[in-house]
Each structure stands twice: as structure tokens, then as C-alpha cells.
């Protein structure tokens, strides 16, 4: 597996993947974890705090997910594009939930210098931090779900245009440049609207 996630997108769109995986097709399986694993991989490290990082890896957190998701394909059900992509993401955050939750119950054994100073944010900072993730989240949730998928692609998973639209099966790079724009002018609203 790739960590680049720099790879060229191949222009079948995930759905078509899908399809092609559950007929047992592994060239479809190696496109679709290609595909998404250095994106995933990027979101996941944005998300697993430094302390949780040494008890697992990111990317073995990221290969997991797309093991669960492979493994698990057969119940999925895709109903529009960018359906396949939220499930990814769902089971991602969960499992940094996990993470997370896992190394929250075992003390830490950590080195303290002398000139020791605060690298974590303050609580204030985190509470902000955390509301304005809820609002967002809380946004994009009441947006259509190409459009949520587009800008979790584009802001989350850094795709590129093309990408986008290789993904969600659409004309253009342009054409899911003009999507995403008008979704995240739309998001940028109904988080104002919280």
C-alpha cells in the first residue's frame, strides 16, 4: 500500500469499483485502496493526538479501516456516490475514537524535562476547537450527500479536482470544482446559522 496517496486516480468511479469488487475482481480491490489510503492517512494523522500515535500507528490504523470496509463490503449498500467514502470515514473515526478511548485508560509514561513547556492547547482552546468541529459536522450533515462527500474529499482528504470527480463518476475536474465551491459556500452558511 501506498502512503503517498500521490498516485494517479484511475478514472472508474468507486462505485464501479465496488461493483467489480464484490464479482472478486483484486484489481479493483488494489484500485480502491490506492485510491484512498494516502488520503485517509492524512486525515487520520490530523486526528489521532501525539499520544495515542505511539500505541498505533496511523497507518495501521488506516489499513485496518480499509480491511474492515473490504471485509465488509458485501452488506454495504451504495446508494449515491460518495456513499462508499463516508462509510470509510465513519469506521476511521470510530476506530480513532477507540485509539483514543484505549489510551485514555492506561496511564502514560512520559519523560519530563526541566524546561518543560505547554505544547498542548489550553482547555479553552480545545473546547473551541471542539465546538467548531461539532458546528461542522453538524453542517455538512444537512448538506446532500454528493456534496458532503465532495467536501470531505476536497477539505479533509486534500483531493484534487480530478480526483473528486474520478471518485464521484462526474464529467470534469471543473465540474466538481463548481460542486464543491457552491457546497462550501453552503457549508460556510449553515455553520453560520448554529
Not at 488506516?62 to 456516490?81: G, W, Y
Not at 454528493?146 to 479533509?156: F, H, K, N, S, T
Amino acid at each position: 500500500m501506498t502512503e503517498s496517496g500521490n498516485a494517479e486516480m484511475h478514472p472508474e468511479s468507486t462505485v464501479q469499483l465496488v461493483h467489480r469488487i464484490r464479482h472478486g475482481d483484486s484489481v479493483a480491490r488494489d484500485v480502491l485502496v490506492e485510491r484512498y489510503f494516502g488520503a485517509l492517512h492524512r486525515w487520520a494523522r490530523g486526528r489521532l493526538p501525539r499520544y495515542a500515535r505511539h500505541e498505533m500507528d496511523t497507518q495501521d490504523l488506516v489499513q485496518e479501516t480499509l480491511i474492515r470496509a473490504l471485509d465488509r463490503l458485501e452488506t454495504f449498500e451504495s446508494r449515491e456516490p460518495g456513499s462508499f467514502l463516508a462509510y470509510l470515514r465513519q469506521i476511521l473515526k470510530n476506530r480513532v475514537r477507540d485509539e483514543i478511548r484505549k489510551v485514555g485508560r492506561r496511564p502514560r509514561n512520559e519523560e519530563l524535562h526541566d524546561n518543560l513547556e505547554e505544547q498542548a492547547p489550553s482547555p479553552i482552546e480545545e473546547a473551541i476547537d471542539r465546538e467548531s468541529w461539532e458546528r461542522y459536522e453538524a453542517a455538512l450533515s444537512r448538506l446532500p450527500k454528493q456534496q458532503q462527500a465532495g467536501v470531505i474529499m476536497r477539505l479533509e482528504l486534500q483531493f484534487t479536482h480530478q480526483q473528486v470527480a474520478d471518485s464521484l463518476g462526474m464529467n470534469s475536474a471543473n465540474a466538481a470544482r463548481m460542486m464543491v465551491s457552491r457546497s462550501i459556500v453552503k457549508l460556510t452558511e449553515l455553520m453560520d446559522d448554529e
